[in-house]
T-cell receptor, first 112, second 112 residues
Framework: DQQVKQNSPSLSVQEGRISILNCDYT??????FLWYKKYPAEGPTFLIS?????DKNEDGRFTVFLNKSAKHLSLHIVPSQPGDSAVYFC???????????FGAGTTVTVRA | DAMVIQNPRYQVTQFGKPVTLSCSQT?????MYWYQQKSSQAPKLLFH???????NEADTPDNFQSRRPNTSFCFLDIRSPGLGDAAMYLC???????????FGPGTRLLVL
């Protein structure tokens, strides 16, 4: 049963604009959330994370927002750059077992 | 550079013929994970080692086994591959279960 869902398989955005990636989860025990980025022929690399005690975490052009009541998080990339074109995976874990549950990914294409 | 290495990158095997995938790491991490990712799906955790302790996911088929002879290496053995086992297999490591996981580039398995 998929506990983390990324309902948009793909997103196309113009360079310089904002990319917004969405992720929903069903397990209320999840309290730590991560985004991974994956280029073709490479493994996923950690991008940014957020703990459930926060509702926002920012790192440069990347900001993650968490809405616990809606069980929803989003990743904002501002401004989007061609090098951001990749697959983005949302993942979640709980302090009970720390195992990561992943979403299926969103492919972002940044158009020049 | 410290890294997670997976060999081979592509593996073709015949239906029912045992196959072994390899993962090594220079990060000296205590935990090593194996994930299976089928096309357009989320990576799914098969099992992990915390030092020498093996932790199998409840829904991992018996056909899949793992060995960790030392800190640096971990192997995924598929005893009798079926067509449904064709997938990308990702190895990851972390210093502890609570810390960030670092992924290798994956091995794509094709079963003929």
């Amino acid at each position: 049963d998929q506990q983390v869902k990324q309902n948009s398989p793909s997103l196309s955005v113009q360079e310089g604009r904002i990319s917004i990636l969405n992720c929903d989860y069903t397990n209320s025990m999840f309290d730590y959330f991560l985004w991974y980025k994956k280029y073709p022929a490479e493994g996923p690399t950690f991008l940014i994370s957020i703990s459930s005690i926060k509702d926002k975490n920012e790192d440069g052009r990347f900001t993650v927002f968490l809405n616990k009541s809606a069980k929803h998080l989003s990743l904002h990339i501002v401004p989007s750059q061609p090098g951001d074109s990749a697959v983005y995976f949302c993942a979640a874990s709980s302090t009970n077992d720390y195992k990561l549950s992943f979403g299926a990914g969103t492919t972002v294409t940044v158009r020049a | 550079d410290a890294m997670v290495i997976q060999n081979p990158r592509y593996q073709v095997t015949q239906f029912g013929k045992p196959v072994t995938l390899s993962c090594s790491q220079t990060l000296n991490h205590n935990v090593m994970y194996w994930y299976q990712q089928k096309s357009s799906q989320a990576p799914k955790l098969l099992f992990h080692y915390y030092d020498k302790d093996f932790n199998n996911e409840a829904d991992t088929p018996d056909n899949f086994q793992s060995r960790r002879p030392n800190t640096s290496f971990c192997f995924l053995d598929i005893r009798s591959p079926g067509l449904g086992d064709a997938a990308m297999y990702l190895c990851a490591t972390s210093r502890s279960p609570q810390e960030t996981q670092y992924f290798g580039p994956g091995t794509r398995l094709l079963v003929l």
